[in-house]
């Protein structure tokens, strides 16, 4: 049986390894390479100027976030669960869909106000609320008409200035 497969070794030819051709790399270069200004190269599209003049300009178009600030943002993304708002600071913000649920016909494009609860959280997102937001804002009304005196109404019954509602005097008991 060895005899067998010494034989069917011995038939079995054995390919020779190809050999590839190579190229001589051609230069595709309109300055020799010798004469190339590597400087110039690496600094290309580089702004020359100091580097506080460079960072200053950088921070000049990242709109400064202020924490518990309401600000205006544009709705960017909105899907089931979230809502994406941009708020013009260096990431955007995610807010809970149920949030929103007041306004069904919210769109992408559409502007809203949310309050900045942190500007970085431990994974460096922004983080905002929108049902904060209105909250602030419907205090900031209530303390504007408390501030200039004016009274509102609630159902026929006059309310001045926190105190609790009380009827016209044509309605009250006289002893």
Same mark, same amino acid.
């Not at 924490?67 to 943002?73: K, Q």
């Not at 949310?114 to 959280?121: G, K, M, S």
């Given at each position: ?20 051709? $190579?190229?001589?790399?051609? #230069? ?8 190339? @200004? ?15 003049? $460079? #960072?200053?300009?950088?921070?000049? $178009? #990242? =709109? ?11 709705? $960017? ?5 979230? &809502?994406?708002?941009?708020? +013009? ?19 992408? +494009? ?10 970085? @959280?431990?994974? +460096?997102?922004?983080?905002? =609320? ?5 909250? #602030?804002?419907?205090?900031?009304? &209530?303390?504007?008409?408390?501030? =200039?005196?004016? +009274? ?5 019954? &006059? ?17």
């Amino acid at each position: 049986m060895s005899e067998e497969i010494k034989n069917v070794a011995e038939e079995t030819p054995v390919e020779a390894p190809v050999q590839k051709e $190579t190229k001589k790399a051609v #230069l595709n270069a309109s300055v020799a390479p010798e004469d190339f @200004d590597w400087d110039a190269f690496e600094n290309e599209g580089v702004e020359k100027g100091s580097k506080e003049e $460079t #960072l200053a300009k950088y921070e000049q $178009t #990242l =709109s400064k976030v202020t924490e518990n600030e309401v600000v205006e943002g544009v709705v $960017t993304a909105i899907n089931k669960r979230e &809502v994406v708002v941009n708020i +013009g600071a260096k990431s955007e913000g995610v807010i809970s869909a149920p949030e929103f649920r007041y306004n069904p016909d919210l769109k992408v +494009g559409d502007k809203v106000e949310v309050l900045v609860e942190n500007a970085e @959280d431990r994974k +460096g997102q922004l983080v905002i =609320s929108h049902k904060k937001a209105r909250q #602030l804002k419907s205090w900031d009304m &209530v303390n504007a008409a408390y501030e =200039s005196h004016q +009274g509102w109404y609630d159902r026929g019954r &006059v309310r001045h200035r926190g105190l609790p509602p009380r009827l016209p005097d044509r309605h009250q008991a006289h002893p």
